[in-house]
């Protein structure tokens, strides 16, 4: 089983920056992919970013394409978002989500951690 912790959410000015960690514990051995999802009040889940854990190859949705950086450290079982010029209609909870080899979809969840910018 794996288990992630993020951590690097709270309170930040619209244009500001915040930098998410996510680490993983437990079996990674089998992970083919870590990504970030968001879910603001009143909206479904979105898809925000995602990397591959052995290639590195990063994706991102069109809402935080230039403005967001996804980053791993492999030996650390840790990715990180850099968020940058943040825009209130960022404001939700982030998770971290973990997709096994195995597995079409995320299998492992993060608690979330609240990313809140203020106009």
């Not at 437990?26 to 898809?47: D, I």
């Not at 996804?70 to 973990?98: F, G």
């Amino acid at each position: 089983q794996v288990q992630l912790v993020e951590s690097g959410g709270g309170l930040v000015q619209a244009g500001g920056s915040l930098r998410l960690s996510c680490a993983a514990s437990g079996r990674t051995f089998n992970t083919y992919n870590m990504a970030w999802f968001r879910q603001a009040p009143g909206k479904e889940r979105e898809f925000v970013a995602a990397i591959t854990w052995s290639g590195g190859s990063t994706s991102y949705a069109d809402s935080v394409k230039g403005r967001f950086t996804i980053s791993r450290e492999y030996a650390k079982n840790t990715v990180y978002l850099q968020m940058n010029t943040l825009k209130p209609e960022d404001t939700a909870v982030y998770y971290c989500a973990l997709r096994s080899l195995l597995s079409y979809g995320y299998d492992y969840w993060g608690q979330g951690t609240q990313v809140t910018v203020s106009s």
